[in-house]
């Protein structure tokens, strides 16, 4: 049996905005870009859900249900610099964290279970240890498996702590809608409801063939998930630090042309991994290993973050042409890029379920 704990923070950037402005305590705070800019509510604090605002609202729809709602502008470097603490804290438990977005995590305490300390006493104390150092909330969920810990870290937020004990976990899910359970969306949910089945207790007391002759093999999963079975692992995953490739080459070459040629493709291929990752990075480095097997690395830091293979192809080119004097031939060659910043390319839309930057 596996005990997992999903943490996910309360209100993320609207809380970090109160916690660095002390005069927003209390207040109702919207993160996200100006109406006038058609901008919309990355994160709203729990006194502007009051009023009825939400993430993905139009800022200008959230200002009309509260007008005295303080906007502040998204700062997602020092969202990033939290996220990286409370993350450290996590794998300071275990080295099976699996980070989601930048304020959630699975983690795996299975382990740290065994050695006598119960599950929740673990989350009671990772959630103190969050609260004194950092000086923000987190909410927790306590279950046997992946889905049933990110439903109940839901349950009692903000700052709460939801516990299932093992063998509760389709008594806890059975009272609870449908649209609670990972992979039913609004289409799935509107075709169970019109069925009849609103609840998550109702999907599990539904005949398995039934369930797979309306959705196919994903029926078959979602009765399973329903009834609180999820082996799905932790899958442990840091933060990336740098994306690079490199190519060896099959006889030496000192070739000018040649050898930015492979550079222009090194770097198509940074630009594919950088953008899959919305990732952008200020450090442009070169490897380089001469035919004694020499290496090294030439690297330059822009004054600007670039994702493009067109301007990494650039920065590395111009390290490499720095190299090429005498009789010099190369046995590999590499391009990487490091020094990160997110790329946000639409910072107010709404976010997706992955985690971006970590993988
Ligand atoms: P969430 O955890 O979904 O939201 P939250 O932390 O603001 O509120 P809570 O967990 O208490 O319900 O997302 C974490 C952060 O991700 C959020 O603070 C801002 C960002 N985000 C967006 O930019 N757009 C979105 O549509 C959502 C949902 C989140
Ligand atoms: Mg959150």
């Known amino acids: 049996m596996r005990h997992i704990l999903h943490a996910d923070f309360d209100a993320f950037y609207a809380?970090?905005?109160?916690?660095?402005?002390?005069?927003?305590?209390?207040?109702?705070?919207?993160?996200?870009?100006?109406?006038?800019?058609r901008g919309v509510v990355a994160s709203a604090s729990y006194e502007a859900r009051g009023f009825g605002v939400r993430s993905a609202m139009p800022m200008r729809t959230a200002q009309r249900l509260c007008p005295e709602a303080v906007r502040v502008g998204a700062r997602f470097d020092r969202y990033r610099e939290i996220s990286q603490?409370?993350?450290?804290?996590?794998?300071?438990?275990?080295?099976?964290?699996?980070p989601l977005s930048l304020d959630?995590?699975?983690?795996?305490?299975?382990?740290?279970?065994?050695?006598?300390?119960?599950?929740?006493?673990?989350?009671?104390?990772?959630?103190?240890?969050v609260k004194v150092e950092l000086g923000l909330t987190i909410s927790i969920g306590v279950a046997t498996s992946k889905s049933v810990a990110k439903i109940a870290s839901d349950m009692d937020k903000p700052d709460g702590l939801t516990v299932v004990a093992p063998g509760d976990e389709r008594a806890f899910l059975a009272p609870l809608p449908i649209g609670k359970l990972w992979g039913v969306g609004?289409?799935?949910?509107?075709?169970l409801i019109a069925a009849g089945v609103e609840t998550i207790g109702d999907i599990a007391r539904q005949d398995e063939g039934w369930l797979v002759?309306?959705?196919?093999?994903?029926?078959?999963?979602?009765?399973?998930?329903?009834?609180?079975?999820?082996d799905s692992a932790v899958v442990a995953r840091r933060e990336t630090?740098?994306?690079?490739?490199?190519?060896?080459?099959?006889?030496?070459?000192?070739?000018?042309e040649m050898l930015q040629e492979v550079v222009n493709r090194l770097s198509q291929r940074v630009a594919q991994q950088l953008r899959r990752k919305e990732l952008q990075g200020r450090t442009v480095k070169l490897k380089l290993r001469l035919s004694d097997f020499t290496t090294f690395t030439r690297q330059r830091t822009l004054p600007h973050a670039v994702q493009?293979?067109?301007?990494?192809?650039?920065?590395?080119?111009?390290?490499?042409?720095?190299?090429?004097?005498?009789?010099?031939?190369?046995?590999?060659?590499?391009?990487g890029v490091s020094g990160f910043e997110r790329s946000e390319a639409h910072p107010?839309?709404?976010?997706?379920?992955?985690?971006?930057g970590f993988g």
């Not at 993350?87 to 300071?92: A, T």
């Not at 609004?186 to 075709?191: F, I, L, N, S």
């Open 186 to 191: 609004p289409k799935t949910a509107e075709r």
């Open 308 to 335: 493009s293979a067109d301007e990494l192809s650039r920065s590395a080119g111009e390290l490499l042409r720095a190299e090429l004097y005498g009789r010099r031939r190369f046995r590999l060659v590499g391009v």
């Open 241 to 256: 630090k740098s994306v690079s490739a490199e190519t060896t080459f099959a006889r030496d070459t000192g070739d000018a």
């Open 213 to 230: 002759g309306m959705f196919g093999k994903h029926g078959a999963q979602m009765r399973r998930l329903a009834l609180g079975e999820d």
């Open 15 to 37: 809380s970090v905005e109160q916690l660095d402005a002390p005069e927003l305590r209390g207040k109702p705070v919207v993160v996200g870009g100006s109406a006038e800019g």
């Open 85 to 98: 603490r409370v993350m450290s804290m996590f794998r300071d438990l275990t080295p099976l964290v699996e």
């Open 348 to 356: 107010e839309e709404p976010r997706q379920l992955k985690f971006v």
């Open 104 to 129: 959630e995590a699975y983690l795996d305490v299975t382990a740290v279970a065994t050695n006598g300390e119960q599950p929740a006493m673990i989350a009671a104390e990772l959630r103190r240890r």
